[in-house]
């Protein structure tokens, strides 16, 4: 490959990360906006917008057009929900339950039906048994979108399957002791138990799987 070779693919690989950070952030605002119709009140400025972009611009290392596609709504489907779930602590279930049965309906359409049935399966049945022992420790909406990530993750493989079952635990854990740490300096006191949402962690770990799995 020559110099001048180089230089073209360089420029055509810098444009399309430039064309796909700007629809990324113009995506975040109608996310932002349908996560604030959601949840009753708007997100923070430019924290949708900011993680959609980061969302596009990350899943460019899938290896096909279809799969940088599919990651990308994917994402954006994550942001809007943790963003609600950030504000409100609720899942609505025209996101859980809706996305969860547009992935099953996908992959049942392009031939993956199996992994993604037995990957909602097994992500979202040992949740759906602590929801029903401890309901006070895991929400039922926690419960339905592990079957739309389970989905996902029993396409990409018992690898990704792996990290989205153990790793959101972790996430929230370290999260709570983070915000409690900080409450406590700020107010130079113990503050006791922190809880926070876990759907966001549960969305994060699905992505590092995802990402990781290759």
């Known amino acids: ?5 180089y230089g073209r693919l360089r420029a055509v690989g810098e444009t399309v990360v ?3 950070a700007v629809v990324g952030a113009m995506t ?3 996310v932002r906006s349908l996560a604030g119709r959601l ?3 708007r997100p923070p400025p430019v924290s949708c917008e900011a993680a959609c972009l980061i969302v596009a611009v990350l899943a460019q290392v899938a290896p096909t057009a279809t799969g940088v596609f599919a990651t990308t709504v994917f994402g954006w489907w994550c942001v809007c929900l943790s963003a609600v779930d950030l504000l409100v602590r609720r899942l609505p279930n025209v ?7 547009s992935i099953l309906a996908t992959a049942a359409v392009t031939g993956h039906g199996r992994e993604a049935m037995v990957g909602a399966v097994l992500l979202a049945a040992p949740l759906c048994v602590t929801h029903l022992a401890l309901p006070r420790s895991l929400g039922a909406g926690d419960v339905k979108l592990a079957v739309g990530l389970g ?3 029993g396409i990409a493989g018992p690898a990704a399957l792996l990290v ?3 790793l959101p635990s972790v996430l929230t854990a370290g999260a709570a002791t983070f915000t409690r740490v900080a409450r406590a ?3 130079s006191e113990n503050c006791g138990v922190v809880l926070l949402p876990h759907g966001p962690s549960m969305c994060l770990a699905t992505g590092v799987a995802l990402i990781t799995a290759g």
């Open 1 to 5: 490959m020559d110099s001048q070779e």
């Open 18 to 20: 430039v064309v796909t």
């Open 28 to 30: 975040g605002v109608g």
């Open 39 to 41: 949840a009753g009140r």
């Open 95 to 101: 996101l859980t339950v809706g996305g969860a049965g």
């Open 151 to 153: 989905a996902v993750a």
């Open 164 to 166: 989205s079952a153990l």
């Open 185 to 187: 300096r700020r107010r």
